[in-house]
């Protein structure tokens, strides 16, 4: 399981979040190219030891991606240069990027 990231709506005198589905793509569609694009061209080049456990975050329109442990702090920089991108995230070596208890399964390299 992976995760869709989404923009939060964030005013100087509110935070509140918006409507979750991108202006442009569907969920279903940022997942798609997220999934493909981490399989095809971003794995193969993050997928190491000292990445293992760590979140990256795709911006599904232009393949640009940043890395961190703390997925808000990668999706930050990549709003920063990419203020309306879709983005997508994987936990690199995982199965999913959230376990509801607690166990993540480590994927095969």
Known sequence: MSAAWYNIDQRPHCL?????????ITS???DRRGKALYEQS???Q???????G???IIDVETGDYE????????SDRLLARHPDAALY????????VYSFDGVLT???Q
């Not at 993050?46 to 293992?52: F, G, S």
């Not at 890395?67 to 990668?74: R, S």
């Open 16 to 24: 509140e979040a918006t409507n979750l589905a991108h202006p442009r």
């Open 28 to 30: 279903e569609e940022i």
């Open 42 to 44: 971003i794995r193969p």
């Open 46 to 52: 993050v997928e190491t030891e000292a990445n293992a």
């Open 54 to 56: 760590k979140l990256v």
């Open 67 to 74: 890395i961190d442990t703390d997925g808000l702090a990668a």
């Open 89 to 96: 995230g994987e936990r690199i070596g995982y199965d999913a």
């Open 106 to 108: 480590r994927t095969k």
